[in-house]
């Protein structure tokens, strides 16, 4: 005996159960939001670079790769260049990680003339590869672990005193964290207020060199 009600019965159910799955049970398959990265930076040039929602905002930069996130620092343009152009952009992305210590634009204009720099970046790439290493520690430290460990050695060899100084870490009684502790995919970076290693000074102090 046929029951011409049955299929109606079915169809209805379904709906009922597709209605039910939206409204309920949809959710418990969505991924939960991922929380916002919170990334705390500190010392006194740290005001003065994107906070919040800007661009290149310290929580945006955990999510990059070291050699990205030294794009969105605008205080870095000198030292980003100069890591490219010296090839050692290949060398941040290793097992165990990195640390950047990483000199301002004004550090760079303090410390070379405009023929020194352009000689650096065009030809004499030995030299401008010995100083980028001379700001390359191997492995991920914070500003507290450096301090506490009291030394580090750079890539270049060279084994630099941390010590703190109040609110900020001096790296080889020379530089100063200016703002330290930005994160970056298996990377922190510090930036610093002098050029380190091992090569003369010859600014002038006549202005800032373009980039």
């Known amino acids: 005996m046929s029951h011409p009600r049955t299929a109606p019965a079915l169809a209805a159910a379904a709906l009922l159960l597709a209605a039910t799955a939206c409204t309920t049970g949809g959710d418990a398959t969505r991924p939960a939001p991922t929380p916002a990265t919170t990334v705390a930076v500190t010392g006194p040039l740290c005001a003065a670079l994107p906070t919040g929602s800007e661009p290149g905002n310290p929580a945006f930069l955990a999510g990059q790769p ?20 010296s090839g050692a952009l290949t060398d941040l992305d290793t097992t165990g990680g990195i640390t950047i210590l990483a000199p301002t634009d004004d550090a760079f204009a ?17 030299k401008l590869r ?13 500003t507290d672990q450096l301090a506490t460990a009291g030394t580090t050695r750079t890539r270049d060899g060279t084994t630099l005193t941390v010590t703190r100084t109040g609110p900020t870490t001096r790296f080889g009684d020379r530089a100063d964290a200016v703002c330290a502790d930005y994160q970056a995919t298996g990377a922190r970076i510090h930036i610093i207020d002098t050029v380190l290693g091992p090569l003369p000074a010859t600014a002038d102090g006549t202005g800032h060199r373009a980039h």
């Open 130 to 142: 010995t100083l980028v290493d001379a700001h390359l520690i191997t492995g991920v430290h914070t």
């Open 110 to 126: 303090a410390t070379f003339s405009d023929d020194t720099w352009d000689t650096l970046m065009t030809r004499d790439h030995q």
């Open 66 to 85: 070291a050699d990205q996130a030294l794009t969105w620092m605008p205080t870095l343009t000198t030292f980003e260049a100069a890591l490219r152009t």
